[in-house]
């Protein structure tokens, strides 16, 4: 009877242990974004429509070179938004956005690491968007948001070498590629300032 009870609570342990979310985590964020690289479409990014996809090669880079699939920014059109201005390098902007980390076992949908959203889904009457100079975000989001146009709200797929790289960032890990949820809301150009509040 002891042994069976030891066996039942072996193997009750067994199916609740938690999985090791972060376990080879720089090969599976390589991989994960290899993955999105492979299945990313081609739109214009200045013409694409909703449930277009698109990659965009980074600010930094230079467009001659071969840099794979790390030196992009994958970006899927979730709402095309009206305006035609894009914020400049220099510019300041407002967006309502959410960060996550790739899927794991643990989180399927990927562990929301920061965002503005108040709401599970974007809903411009709750969400309060915060605001931002472009040059002080991250290399994969200043470079989607010098494309984006005010209403736009994309996902973005970024690697690890176009976020916080080889470095924990608070919550994040290390070699984290980041999906990103961005709706831009407002543009003001330097020297400007976005509307009071």
Known sequence: ???????????????????????NWKERNTDFINNIAANCGNA???SATEGQSFRLLSFKLDPDADWGN???VYCYVLKKGTDTISPNYTDSVRI??????IPTD???????VDQSFKTDNLDPTVNIPYSFRV???????????MH???????????????????SDKG??????ALIFEINLTETARTGQSLSPR
């Open 96 to 101: 309502n956005y959410r960060v996550r980390l």
């Open 44 to 46: 214009d990014p200045e």
């Open 70 to 72: 790390s030196g992009y």
């Open 171 to 176: 919550t994040i890990p290390a070699y984290s």
């Open 1 to 23: 009877v002891l042994l069976t009870v030891v066996m039942l609570f072996t193997l009750s342990c067994a199916e609740t242990k938690e999985t090791d979310d972060h376990a």
């Open 148 to 166: 984006m146009h005010c209403g736009d709200y994309w996902k973005l797929y970024i690697p690890y070498g176009m976020a916080y790289g080889t």
């Open 135 to 145: 040059s002080g975000l991250i290399e994969g989001v200043t470079t989607a948001l």
């Open 106 to 112: 643990n989180y399927p949908e990927g562990q929301v």
